[in-house]
């Protein structure tokens, strides 16, 4: 899209503002107390957030 995105470190917004730009489906998930390795330092919340949203977009055409 062009939009330059304020780099604020682990912000929800940067998230989102992130998200925004990708192709697809896209669910931002904020997992208190977690690092840069969500499936090392949280691994049942990340599994539950992949699998929300594998069940979520399950049947659906690709968008693009």
Request: proline fraction near 3%; charge should be negative.
């Given at each position: 899209?062009?939009?330059?995105?304020?780099?604020?470190?682990?912000?929800?917004?940067?998230?989102?503002?992130?998200?925004g730009q990708w192709v697809g489906?896209?669910?931002?998930?904020m997992l208190p107390a977690c690092g840069h390795s969500p499936p090392r330092d949280r691994?049942?919340?990340?599994?539950?957030a992949m699998q929300a949203l594998i069940a979520d977009t399950a049947g659906r055409a690709p968008t693009a």
């Open positions: 899209t062009g939009q330059v995105v304020e780099y604020q470190a682990g912000t929800k917004a940067l998230c989102e503002a992130m998200a489906t896209t669910s931002v998930v691994p049942d919340q990340t599994l539950a």
